[in-house]
């Protein structure tokens, strides 16, 4: 046998159910089937799927209470006022570059650079 050659295994309805059935039995956890069976974890996963068993999927709980919802929310509404008024700057410096480039071009300058050198404004 070549390192590349991979063995296909076909299993039987009767035996994936019974997997499932052990598994909604909690004689095993799923990990432990795979081990004594020598199945993919991912194997059993679809499994759970085609057969419409969610009750044997691993689910994650999230428990917050009252305050740390209010406080996401709080840090949500805050996030987006910081958002709102980063892109208002972002605007104003584009709207005072345009002005300066206009007052280059009608004063004569050359460039912007030799207009703020003339009125002392910093870079």
Request: hydrophobic share 35%; glycine share 2%.
């Amino acid at each position: 046998m070549y390192k590349n050659d991979k063995v296909i295994r076909r299993y039987s309805e009767p035996f994936k159910l019974n997997i499932l059935d052990e598994l909604s039995k909690g004689k095993h956890t799923k990990s432990e089937l795979c081990k004594l069976y020598s199945i993919a974890p991912t194997t059993v996963n679809v499994w759970i799927k085609k057969y419409n068993r969610k009750d044997l999927m691993n689910t994650r709980v999230k428990v917050e209470t009252k305050d740390e919802i209010s406080r996401i929310k709080a840090l949500q509404k805050e996030i987006e006022q910081l958002k709102k008024l980063l892109l208002k700057k972002d605007l104003d410096a584009m709207v005072q570059d345009s002005y300066l480039e206009v007052a280059a071009e009608d004063l004569g300058y050359k460039s912007v650079s030799e207009l703020k050198k003339k009125l002392s404004i910093k870079p």
